[in-house]
């Protein structure tokens, strides 16, 4: 019998594989940046959606040479729902799994993974250190700089892009609002 954990069990989950500090941090702003799209695609889901973004790199930390394949047999092995499963394994479409984005919910988390990184990253740069003034020009600025935030594949966030059918300007737009949407939560 599967289930959908609760944000709590999820995050307990997420604990119990990942300790460091910039893994936790990541996979909270994930969520909070799926569940902003949430309300506005499947508002009757938004815990759904927010689980699936605590969850995206559960394997990651431990298992980086199995990322996305791991998290499949951990997940399955506690009986968590397969729509969740298949949903975080999907983030790694083109890279390490062959699962690919389909439902809206898969797609806005591919493309906003990556995303919330560079995102943040060029935050780090400015002298509030937040997303609060943050304008898409500087992010348009530092993702054709592919020395800066290396890590974060800027074909995974165009691709992310194509598959919304939205315009790079309004993914990262967007994007940038839904980190917004967090500060009152969390220090971004």
């Known amino acids: 019998m599967s289930y959908v954990p609760t944000m709590e069990q999820a995050q ?17 702003i994930v969520s909070g940046v799926m569940g902003y799209f949430a309300k506005e695609y499947d508002p009757e889901n938004v815990e759904f959606w927010k689980v699936v973004g605590l969850l995206h790199d559960l394997d990651f930390e431990r298992y980086p040479e199995q990322h996305c394949v791991k998290s ?13 499963v298949r949903a975080t394994a999907s983030h790694g479409y ?3 799994v062959d699962i690919k984005p389909e439902h809206i919910m898969e797609k806005v988390l591919y493309a906003v993974d990556e995303l919330t990184g560079l995102i943040g990253a060029v935050a780090l ?8 003034d943050l304008e898409l020009k500087s992010v348009r600025k530092k993702f054709k700089s ?3 935030a290396a890590g974060c594949s800027r074909e995974v966030i165009q691709n992310g892009a ?20 967090l500060m009152d939560t969390m220090d971004i």
């Open 125 to 132: 740069m400015r002298p509030s250190k937040s997303v609060s």
């Open 94 to 96: 083109g890279i390490t």
């Open 146 to 148: 592919l020395n800066f």
């Open 12 to 28: 307990q989950l997420l604990e119990e594989y990942n300790q460091d500090e910039f893994h936790l941090r990541h996979a909270k």
């Open 72 to 84: 499949q047999e951990i997940m399955r092995e506690r009986g968590i729902d397969e729509r969740i």
């Open 162 to 181: 194509d598959m919304l059918g939205w315009t790079l300007d309004d993914l990262i737009s967007r994007t940038i609002l839904a980190m917004r949407s």
